[in-house]
């Protein structure tokens, strides 16, 4: 059993992300924290950083700037016809889907709205550009297991289907 954060330590955390303005973007529920694998990517690379040799019971304050959160903003929404998308696609706005270009590679996206006619897609995620204020509390930390190491991310009571 480790005591510090670091790769392949398995960290449960509580947390509130506030915007510049002080207005809340997210936070983990109440009883419900944010569990993750330090080191593989699971979380942005500035708040992993920040968090790197971090103990239990630690209470964090960072401001994540964008290049190590979402990434700056890059590109332009646009409107694309509807009918480029199935017919029965359930779409909402904020939802992220996947597109491929003519070499098969994957191109993600968001929906930032949504007419009859059109949607409106953003190649980035919404919190592109964003500086990320975290607050965070460490409540636990354990090793991870050979299998979520494997597969980069921590498994729940009873392990993992895929």
């Known amino acids: 059993m480790t005591n510090r954060i670091a790769a392949n330590i398995v960290v449960t955390l509580s947390y509130t992300l506030r915007a510049d303005d002080g207005e809340i973007i997210d936070s983990s529920d109440e009883g419900n924290p944010l569990v993750y694998l330090h080191g ?3 979380i ?3 708040l992993e950083e920040e968090l790197e040799g971090a103990t239990e019971g630690d209470s964090i304050k960072a401001s994540i700037p964008p290049e190590k959160g979402y990434g700056p903003r890059i590109g332009e929404s646009q409107e ?5 998308f199935p017919a029965d696609a359930e779409l909402a706005a904020g939802m ?3 597109a491929h270009d003519d070499q098969g590679r ?4 968001f929906i930032t709205g949504i007419s009859e006619e059109t949607v409106t897609v953003d190649p980035n995620h919404p919190l592109a550009g964003e500086t990320l204020h975290f607050e965070v509390t460490i409540e ?16 729940g009571a009873g392990g993992h289907a895929h």
């Open 80 to 84: 694309v016809p509807r009918r480029l």
């Open 140 to 155: 636990a930390l354990r090793d991870a297991t050979e299998e979520e190491i494997a597969h980069g991310h921590p498994h």
């Open 96 to 98: 992220q889907v996947v």
């Open 40 to 42: 593989a990517s699971n």
């Open 106 to 109: 994957q191109i993600p996206f």
């Open 44 to 46: 942005v690379p500035g």
